[in-house]
């Protein structure tokens, strides 16, 4: 199975990496340098303000497997890497950050264990460093709740770290889902899978790019794209508080209780009751929502590397991804 490592194609989602970009471009060519496979490095740029877009041109200049999509504007961390792996042309496809928090090394085993027959490869961490105590602990939790309240096996204690076959690839790029939960799509497509369990490493510039505004945005979707314990739960919740109603009522007519206070307190109860339910509802509603509006899933301003358009299955056809115009290497300038 050796052949089917020809190519391997790296897509790496970058969002104002200007401070360590380039040390990771070096880092990884060394790296594929090594490895008796070819390799594409694709970076895709989520809108990013600074240099880094101008430093990675600079190095596709001069390395014609360095390719990058630019996006308009930032469209999110999970659209980037939806983007990246609709642009690879490896029969197999490594997701990872730029940070380098995930070392290339990995992908070493990575890669034998594709060999070995497995179409997906994840990165497990065994531990975190140069993260908080707090981002380690809400973690943990998040990833043991939403294996508990799932209806598919989502492993934990993973990111978007992993390798994926072509055929995985491929199931992946024709679903066109407005807010990927990458990893959960993942493990949803099935195939067999296996686990490479590793020690993450701290970022060696730069601020990490998930904040606990998006950690929690990214926890609701992938909540609420795979499990519908949110609805079960108002279920619960709703028979729970209608028993407590018809006991107070009972108590109010055995113990002669003020009915204004046994009121109220029925009222307030169903009130928390009702907003809750409309809350959680209300983000399932918004899903359908985006989904009827066929909007573009992202807009490609511009791609780098590319001899010709690059077809975009499925998606393209159905008009949720707006094509891109392909620019020439000669237009490619060095930063400044």
């Known amino acids: 199975m050796v052949e089917k490592a020809d190519l391997v194609s790296i897509v790496l989602p970058v969002f104002n990496e200007e401070?360590?970009?380039?040390?990771?471009?070096?880092?990884?060519?060394?790296?594929?340098?090594?490895?008796?496979?070819?390799?594409?490095?694709?970076?895709?740029?989520?809108?990013s303000s600074d240099r880094t877009v101008q430093i990675i041109k600079h190095h596709a200049s001069r390395k014609p497997n360095i390719k990058l999509v630019n996006f308009s504007r930032n469209f999110g961390h999970q659209l980037a890497i939806t983007a990246g792996i609709r642009y690879t042309s490896g029969s197999a496809v490594v997701v990872m950050d730029a940070d380098l928090q995930d070392s290339p090394e990995i992908i070493s085993k990575m890669i034998s264990m594709w060999q070995q027959g497995y179409d997906v490869v994840y990165g497990q961490r065994v531990a975190r460093a140069g993260e908080s105590?707090?981002?380690?602990?809400?973690?943990?939790?998040?990833?043991?709740?939403?294996?508990?309240?799932?209806?598919?096996?989502?492993?934990?204690?993973?990111?978007?770290?992993?390798?994926?076959?072509?055929?995985?690839?491929?199931?992946?790029?024709?679903?066109?889902?407005?807010?990927?939960?990458?990893?959960?799509?993942?493990?949803?497509?099935?195939?067999?899978?296996?686990?490479?369990?590793?020690?993450?490493?701290?970022?060696?510039?730069?601020?990490?790019k998930y904040p606990l505004k998006k950690m929690f945005k990214l926890a609701m979707d992938?909540?609420?794209?795979?499990?519908?314990?949110?609805?079960?739960?108002?279920?619960?919740?709703?028979?729970?508080?209608?028993?407590?109603?018809?006991?107070?009522?009972?108590?109010?007519?055995i113990f002669s209780f003020s009915d204004v206070d046994i009121l109220a307190s029925v009222v307030v109860a169903m009130a928390g009751a009702v907003i809750t339910s409309v809350g959680v509802l209300g983000s399932y509603i918004y899903r359908t929502f985006v989904a009827s509006r066929k909007r573009p899933?992202?807009?490609?301003?511009?791609?780098?590397?590319?001899?010709?358009?690059?077809?975009?299955?499925?998606?393209?056809?159905?008009?949720?991804?707006?094509?891109?115009?392909?620019?020439?290497?000669?237009?490619?300038?060095?930063?400044?």
């Open 133 to 208: 105590k707090f981002k380690k602990f809400t973690a943990a939790t998040f990833y043991r709740l939403l294996d508990r309240i799932t209806s598919i096996e989502i492993p934990v204690d993973t990111g978007d770290f992993r390798l994926m076959d072509r055929k995985v690839v491929d199931v992946l790029t024709s679903m066109d889902e407005p807010e990927p939960f990458v990893r959960g799509m993942v493990s949803w497509v099935g195939f067999k899978q296996a686990a490479v369990r590793y020690e993450r490493q701290e970022r060696i510039a730069g601020e990490t």
């Open 297 to 336: 899933l992202y807009v490609v301003e511009s791609a780098v590397g590319f001899t010709e358009t690059v077809s975009q299955p499925n998606s393209a056809r159905t008009g949720s991804v707006v094509r891109f115009k392909v620019a020439n290497r000669d237009s490619q300038s060095n930063p400044t």
């Open 19 to 47: 401070e360590l970009i380039a040390t990771t471009i070096n880092k990884l060519e060394k790296y594929v340098e090594t490895r008796n496979e070819r390799f594409e490095l694709i970076f895709v740029n989520d809108g």
């Open 222 to 253: 992938g909540i609420t794209s795979f499990s519908n314990f949110p609805l079960k739960l108002i279920s619960i919740i709703g028979s729970g508080l209608f028993g407590i109603g018809v006991a107070l009522i009972l108590g109010c007519l």
